[in-house]
């Protein structure tokens, strides 16, 4: 039966990939729905049926990312705009840095031990980007002035045992010490900058360099991703997550296959992957476009696949487009999902590992090509990071012109995204006071065991709530992370027992009111707990608008017996405990009371330090625990915020 329909599928996809031949009226174009219902289950390698749809739509060539540097009619218009100008300009104030890679064994294995970032990514990073404008400045002006930085750069990143960052290989140093090869974050880079130097520079480089640079490329790329796409080993992990490590590494990995490798069916296989690929990577976002690993890595990975897709677009001549993919509406809610998640005034809240703040820094290219692609917010200004959007920027200048207005939509009174149960209730007082709750799971990206969570802003002011992300180092990712656990949120604590992880463990909403005046949410969290005991538990959310605002949080229990019942106010303001009932938090601007009640039992008010020295928003941050003095089988306790 599956062979069957498999075969019908064949069917149907080769007459939609060949209709209009004979008239030639129309274009030969790949049918994503069709084409994934082939895939191997087991593998995110394509399958021959997938194969066979490829090579209708792929062509035998190479991919060209942009004219090579022989082109000077090409060359010498970008060389005169104004982006071109100021490109050289930026490459000519780098040409006298040396490459700061490879680091030493030492600093790699420390790195590695410690998770400490600081003391080779930098170094990592700025090699990578002066190398970018090395070779786009001589594609630019052709003097042969780039030339010897080229080489030295090209030669220090080839001479560099492992292109992972050193806290991404095993604690055994395997991809150090030549046991194994991985893609990451940062290899995947490594391996694209040197594939556009040796497409686009042609002959201007050494045929010693050229074929190093080809045969370096072809293992620590492109057979590592084939290799891991046919047998998901332990290399390459991402290859069927959801997370922005998917999009990101995918994109830099068929990059580079498809520019630099000469074997046509390496480079079906690599597209087809990807296609397959990106599938989980998609999966990972909401029908609404939800994004539950918040709004920087929406940029980073979102970013990362629309890049993929421009590139796929362009090299097939529109017949694989990624940016309807098999959903145009939900690649439309994605495209404008910074709009639907901001709070007001440029915060947003800074769920998972996410920001609390829309950044005006770093690249802005997934917002360009979702203006151009989904309708959204046009930008007032073009941000880019690497070399491969640049090239993207200059052969579509259309797509990047900016907007000469600041485009300010109203904000609704309220957004809910209802496939991952986050809700934003908008204050539209002249000083906004709002919220934003997430019911969600817990084996979302960057999982926080934070079902309930919420943070609430006065203005811009993140006043109380989720604190936010641990940095990025040594036991930073630790289940014992109390930042990373529901001890760190402003969730139930109940019988000294924390949510648990997985999927299973989520909140799930039964009830909203949204009006002019007020809005409501109500969810039952009781599935966020391993306790048999337990026989309800809801949280309650209102946001009453009238006046200056007023935000109520309030938890209701009820037991089989009875159970210790404790929450706890989160903040990275300073604070003061006025009484038994009531704590004052200051932030830099405002001062919010927030009023604890409790319906049968009494309760302690026991602030501490969170154990956590490093924050994503700042540190220190504060739990002020709030616990019943004695057991009980049901009970309410509910915490009013009012700005002062």
């Known amino acids: 039966m599956k062979k069957t329909l498999q075969l019908i599928y064949c069917f149907m996809a080769m007459v939609i990939l060949n209709q209009n031949i004979i008239g030639q009226t129309s274009s030969v174009y790949l049918d994503m729905s069709i084409y994934l219902k082939f895939a191997d289950s087991d593998t995110i390698y394509p399958s021959s049926e997938q194969i066979e749809i490829l090579k209708k739509v792929m062509p035998k060539e190479a991919f060209q990312p942009a004219s090579k540097i022989s082109d000077r009619a090409y060359w010498n218009n970008i060389g005169q705009t104004k982006s071109g100008k100021d490109y050289l300009i930026k490459a000519n104030a780098l040409l006298d840095i040396k490459p700061e890679v490879p680091i030493s064994d030492s600093i790699y294995r420390l790195a590695n031990r410690e998770g400490n970032r600081g003391i080779y990514k930098p170094k990592y990073y700025r090699t990578m980007d002066r190398l970018e404008h090395f070779i786009l400045a001589e594609c630019l002006e052709d003097q042969g002035r780039f030339l010897t930085q080229i080489k030295n750069y090209s030669n220090a990143i080839l001479n560099m045992k492992s292109w992972l960052h050193p806290n991404h290989d095993d604690e055994n140093n395997g991809v150090l010490e030549g046991r194994r090869v991985s893609i990451d974050l940062g290899a995947r880079k490594f391996g694209s900058v040197l594939a556009l ?290 001890w760190g949120h402003p969730v139930p604590l109940i019988n000294n027992k924390l949510q648990s992880n997985g999927i299973e463990f989520k909140g799930i909403i039964t009830e909203t009111e949204f009006t002019e005046v007020m809005d409501k949410v109500v969810m039952n969290i009781l599935p966020a707990y391993e306790l048999p005991m337990l026989q309800t538990l809801t949280r309650t959310i209102t946001n009453d608008k009238s006046g200056v605002g007023t935000i109520i949080i309030e938890d209701q229990f009820n037991a089989t017996g009875p159970i210790s019942f404790g929450s706890s106010i989160m903040t990275l303001n300073s604070y003061k405990i006025v009484d038994d009932t009531t704590v004052i938090l200051e932030s830099e601007n405002y001062k919010v009371k927030a009023k604890i009640k409790s319906e049968g039992f009494t309760f302690k008010i026991k602030d501490e330090v969170v154990p956590v020295k490093h924050l994503r928003e700042g540190a220190p941050a504060y739990r002020i625990g709030i616990d019943a003095d004695k057991q009980v089988k049901e009970g309410k306790l509910t915490i009013t915020y009012t700005p002062l």
Not at 294 to 306: I, K, N, P, R, V
Not at 395 to 410: A, D, G, L
Not at 445 to 457: A, L, R
């Open 197 to 486: 130097a040796n497409y686009l520079l042609e002959d201007k480089l050494p045929k010693e360099l050229k074929e190093e640079i080809n045969g370096q490329l072809q293992k620590r790329i492109t057979d590592s991703y084939l290799h891991s796409t046919k047998y998901l080993d332990e290399n390459n992990k991402w290859i069927k997550s959801t997370s922005n490590w998917n999009s990101v590494c995918t994109s830099g990995a068929i990059l580079a296959t498809i520019t630099n490798s000469k074997s046509y069916d390496d480079r079906l296989a690599v597209v087809g992957s990807a296609l397959n690929s990106m599938n989980h990577y998609l999966s990972g976002f909401g029908e609404d476009g939800y994004c539950s690993e918040g709004l920087g890595y929406w940029g980073y990975g979102f970013g990362h696949y629309l890049y993929l897709a421009q590139i796929l677009y362009d090299f097939t001549e529109g017949r694989i487009d990624l940016f309807a993919f098999n959903n145009a509406e939900k690649m439309k809610n994605v495209g404008n999902f910074p709009q639907s998640f901001e709070i007001q005034n440029g915060t947003c809240a800074p769920f998972a590992d996410g920001v609390s703040s829309i950044s005006s820094k770093g690249s802005n290219f997934a917002n360009v090509l979702s203006a151009n692609y989904y309708g959204a917010i046009i930008p007032t200004e073009i941000r880019m990071e690497e070399a491969a959007e640049q090239l993207i920027a200059w052969q579509h200048p259309k797509m990047f012109e900016v907007s000469n207005n600041s485009m300010i939509s109203e904000m609704p009174d309220h957004t809910y995204f209802n496939d991952f149960g986050m809700v934003i209730s908008r204050g539209k007082q002249e000083t906004p006071f709002s919220i934003a709750v997430k019911a969600g799971h817990n084996a979302e990206n960057h999982n926080h065991s934070d079902v309930s969570t919420y943070e609430i802003f006065l203005d811009t002011d993140m006043i109380t709530g989720d604190i936010g992300a641990p940095s990025y180092r040594a036991g930073a990712f630790s289940p014992d992370n109390k930042a990373r656990s529901s």
